[in-house]
């Protein structure tokens, strides 16, 4: 079935925004060839600022899918006219949640013009988006949020922190058995070689790391060719005055049990060198690889920092080192999440203890999700979801379920921040350990 953009811009238009415009009377959306690359990139750099060049911008890989990314134009200018506002999405059909996978639409490219702001146009966007994905049956959404202050108010809940962590060259990390049996490789990166274990890594790390026997929520697999050479490219204008990255790979009886991205800048003065290293989203499945992989991008010559980004909060470095504080923890969000169908989110994930409670849900976008849901479920288990009418132990808007979604993010917590409505403590306790997840969700690609 194909989706009505005009019937779902005049049904979404929220007033607040619109100014008093009546939306589709003044716009349209049209539906993009991800190869209309000077349009696309044009409003791109009216929505987010950018200092490259022409010629270096549109080297870029455009991994935008096709069937999946949408334009606005004004009504009264043709079809193939200048854009004023974009949203695409990506199919994420094996995103991980706990105990689970599920089908999720990857919001992103989502910018309008500054000319065409406060007239409506991301409220219908997102709109669109949202009933698009659900006549595809993606039951939920998912996000990186340019601006945090945007999303809450479509029911995004902010669902995985990530750490970041400054170290000194020799940072001393404690010993780990087994941690010296293993081969390192230092190469330059680079998705013809090394894309194949990259992916297998990811995959391993988000299915079962560290021998745990559960998962880890927020990944997803690149679908398509474009996807990865996105996640690959690698340009002079990007680098910020650093090298081309590299990637340090950590395997065992040549099997890979982690890698790194990673790149150095060149920084000298007359007491001598005082380059930086930075680390992007390192990936270990044992704790003794991770031990390896620190003890080589920790010591590398001529360096004297290790800046180290998109890591989950509950990763092996943290624990491996001597000195925590002089790491310079930071805490950032990581992916959003927004659950378009309950029922089905609520059943489709597993839970760490048992629960048997009734959840009301308020949903304004979304009268099939507001109701009152009785979820039962054993631990590790599968779960049933009804429809009841009983009285609900708790009350969340659809935003702070999405929050808690992956189990890490707590409905304890939320409550503490007036979030969550209860007739019992005991059964706001019981729920919120149901809700987490053993290992903290992350997602570490950006999209």
């Known amino acids: 079935m194909r989706s009505d953009p005009e019937k779902y811009l005049a049904h979404w238009l929220d007033p607040r925004d619109s100014g008093g415009m009546t939306f589709h009377n003044s716009y349209r959306e049209v539906l993009l060839d991800p190869t209309d690359t000077d349009r696309i990139w044009n409003i791109d750099t009216w929505a987010f ?259 180290v980004h998109r890591m989950a909060v509950d990763d092996p470095l943290p624990g491996l080192l001597a000195n925590r504080r002089g790491a310079a923890p930071r805490i950032g969000d990581n992916v959003w999440v927004r659950i378009l169908d309950v029922r089905q989110a609520l059943a489709a994930r597993q839970y760490q203890s048992a629960v048997d409670a009734v959840i009301e849900v308020k949903d304004e976008r979304f009268p099939d999700n507001a109701k009152r849901w009785h979820l039962v479920a054993g631990a590790f288990d599968t779960a049933e979801v009804s429809e009841t009418g009983a009285a609900p132990d708790v009350t969340v808007d659809i935003a702070t379920l999405s929050a808690a979604y992956l189990g890490g993010v707590s409905l304890a917590s939320l409550a503490t921040g007036g979030r969550v409505t209860t007739a019992s403590a005991d059964k706001l306790a019981v729920l919120s350990t149901a809700f987490g997840w053993p290992l903290a969700p992350l997602s570490p690609m950006v999209f």
């Not at 991980?96 to 406060?118: A, E």
């Not at 997102?126 to 659900?134: D, E, K, Q, W």
């Not at 049956?137 to 400054?166: K, N, P």
């Not at 910020?240 to 990673?262: K, M, S, T």
């Open 49 to 307: 600022p950018n200092t490259a060049s022409p010629e270096q911008i549109k080297a870029y890989p455009l991994d935008l899918e096709a069937g999946r990314t949408w334009g606005v134009v004004p009504n009264d200018a043709p079809d193939d006219a200048d854009l004023v506002a974009i949203h695409g999405s990506y199919a994420q059909a094996d995103f991980t949640v706990p105990g689970n996978t599920v089908s999720s639409s990857g919001l992103t490219w989502v910018g309008v013009h500054p000319g065409h702001r406060r007239r409506g146009i991301l409220s219908a966007m997102i709109a669109n988006h949202f009933n698009r994905s659900r006549e595809r049956g993606e039951i939920i959404s998912t996000l990186f949020a340019a601006e945090m202050g945007i999303y809450g108010r479509f029911g995004f809940g902010m669902a995985a922190d990530e750490l970041g962590l400054s170290l000194s060259r020799g940072a001393d990390l404690r010993k780990v058995d087994s941690s010296d049996k293993f081969d390192i490789r230092l190469e330059t990166a680079s998705e013809e070689q090394h894309d194949g274990l990259v992916q297998t890594v990811l995959q391993q790390a988000a299915s079962a790391p560290y021998g745990l026997g559960v998962n880890r929520p927020g990944s997803f697999s690149y679908s398509t060719a474009s996807h990865r050479a996105r996640w690959w490219f690698d340009c002079q204008s990007l680098r910020d005055g650093y090298e081309r990255w590299r990637i340090a790979i950590v395997e065992r009886n040549g099997q890979p049990e982690a890698f790194a991205l990673f790149r150095r800048n060149a920084d000298w003065d007359h007491t001598g060198p005082h380059s930086k290293v930075t680390v992007m989203a390192p990936v270990t499945l044992s704790v003794a690889a991770a031990r390896a992989l620190w003890s080589v991008l920790l010591d590398l010559d001529l360096t004297e920092q290790v800046n």
